[in-house]
């Protein structure tokens, strides 16, 4: 039969399911189950038990830039002395934004007590295996699987015993019996029950099963005088190792690099109220930045004037004109890595206008043009803080590669990204982009040709060829 995740679900069907079982004193999952029953059975509740504020259709999807995902853990807790530091465990987790479900052994509770477990998980807690309620879609089968991870605090030596031998005569050891979850284990007891024969054998057979170990410290046992190791790690400890592996360290393989890149279109004033621009939405080089910031590296973005919210975690400098551009580019070297994916303008109007042109019987104002400076060559020919790895963007109509590269040649840079951006490609302002990375391989000029893809996907596919090459200290592009 297929299970339901609740956390998987839309915002405002958890808020309802939340305050409705709140009201009915249920857990979330036995709400769903009373909701079903009555829909099959023809009586169901008035879908509005709470006035559930409706979600405009204007809000903003959740910002998920450095948002933690959404975890949830079946903390198991075992009869042993320790339990009363599960209480706090439970508190470390939520506050990592981990959800917590508790399942109390006979013998746990005679340390603590499923109000205490309920009242700080908020939800309801579980002990028997044979209860009709729970079991009537088979919860111990759902506590087993319905979660990322399995905790196991304290786990006695009974457990450890259990789990080592598949048993399953009780809730606890059923779960841990039928998961396909990883598991955790916190170990504790008595020193010499750690250090007995039968203890030694289960925890090398749990570990051959890739069960996962902390603990148990070294210190004194709630025993007067005895002392040892078989102390149950502090709850911060097991919290910590439970979001290791909920959430694995992301390798940054750009850390300690700091990385410049423009994006954006540039604006050159004609007067105070007109400008040239072009149609450059930033997109890309937004993207770029963020990829980076994701791999690890210090990122400096300077943008033209675009639509976008600034990349989480990137030093953002925004400017209008080529002139500003090239200063705050300046500025903000020495780089390892520059990245220029901006589309400034080549020219710029020679005599901007201090009040707003207007409209004269002599008939139009004569613009003359003049060449903006050059960002990309001047920083490649700089001789002294020229960044070890310059990449520059060419977005062509038509030559795509020829011109290409005559401007890895001409401008002295390192790597060319070139993109056809002919109005049909749909480039310029969409989200895809197909790009050829343009470099020197043992002295000939290589052309890489990448699929269409997202320009996030591109993004982070640059950023791994970086990766790459700042690693093997080589300028050409890993392929
Ligand atoms: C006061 C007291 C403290 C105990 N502390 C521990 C302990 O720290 N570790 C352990 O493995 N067993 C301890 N036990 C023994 C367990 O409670 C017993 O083995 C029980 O059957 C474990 O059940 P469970 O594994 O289902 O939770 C303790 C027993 C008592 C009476």
């Known amino acids: 039969m297929a299970s339901l995740t609740i956390r998987k679900l839309d915002d405002a069907v958890k808020t309802y399911l939340r305050l409705r079982s709140a009201k009915n004193r249920r857990s979330v999952e036995e709400e769903v189950r009373v909701i079903l029953r009555e829909l099959i059975e023809g009586r169901e509740e ?12 204007s809000t903003p999807a959740p910002q ?13 807790i075992g009869g042993g002395i320790a339990a009363y ?22 013998a746990a509770q005679q340390f603590v007590t499923p109000l205490a477990v309920s009242a700080l998980s908020h939800e309801r807690v ?23 991870l399995i905790v196991v605090a304290p786990a006695t030596a009974d457990l450890l015993a259990k789990m080592a031998n598949g048993h ?27 250090n007995n024969a039968a203890t030694r054998r289960n925890v090398a057979q749990l570990q051959r099963d890739g069960v996962v170990l902390i603990g148990p410290n070294s210190g004194e046992m709630a025993e007067a005088g005895e002392a040892g190791v078989g102390r149950m790690s502090e709850a911060i400890e ?3 190792a439970a979001e ?5 360290p992301v390798p940054k393989p750009l850390a300690g690099k700091r990385v410049l890149i423009t994006a954006g279109p540039t604006h050159e004033p004609i007067d105070p109220v007109r400008y040239i621009a072009n149609r450059s939405s930033g997109k890309q080089g937004f993207a770029i930045a963020a990829a980076a910031q994701a791999a690890g590296a210090e990122v400096i973005l300077v943008s033209g004037p675009v639509d976008l919210d600034d990349p989480a975690g990137v030093t953002v400098k925004h400017v209008e004109s080529a002139r500003q551009m090239l200063e705050q580019v300046q500025a903000a070297l020495p780089a390892d890595i520059a990245i220029f994916a901006a589309a400034v303008a080549d020219w710029r109007v020679a005599n901007e206008g201090e009040q707003k042109l207007k409209k004269t ?94 320009k996030e996907q591109v993004a982070i596919e640059l950023v791994a060829h970086i990766a790459r090459s700042v690693t093997d200290k080589s300028l050409e592009p890993a392929s």
């Open 85 to 106: 530091k599960s209480l706090d465990l439970i508190r470390r987790l939520k506050e990592r934004r981990i959800e917590v479900r508790c399942v109390l052994t006979k």
């Open 168 to 194: 399953a005569d009780d809730l606890a050891s059923a779960i841990l019996l039928a998961t396909n979850r990883k598991v955790l284990l916190a170990p504790a007891m008595n020193p010499l029950m750690w």
């Open 64 to 76: 998920r830039t450095g948002a933690l995902p959404e975890a949830s853990v079946t903390l198991i």
């Open 238 to 240: 097991i919290a910590n």
């Open 361 to 454: 019987a002599a008939g139009m104002p004569p613009l003359q043009l003049v060449e903006n400076p050059d960002i990309l060559a001047t920083i490649s020919k700089l001789a002294d803080k020229r960044p070890p790895l310059v990449v520059g963007f060419a977005a062509e109509t038509e030559h795509l590669i020829d011109n290409a590269k005559s401007k890895l040649a001409r401008k002295g840079c390192d790597w060319i990204v070139a993109n056809d951006v002919s109005p049909a490609t749909g480039v310029m302002g969409g989200d895809r982009n197909t790009v050829h990375l343009i470099s020197r391989k043992g002295g000939e000029i290589a052309v890489d040709s990448w699929p269409v893809m997202t």
């Open 126 to 148: 579980y002990t028997d295996l044979f209860d009709p309620q729970s079991e009537f879609d088979a919860g111990h089968i759902r506590l087993a699987r319905d979660c990322d």
């Open 46 to 57: 008035p879908l509005t038990p709470f006035a559930v504020p409706p979600v405009p259709s």
């Open 244 to 248: 290791r592996l909920l959430r694995p």
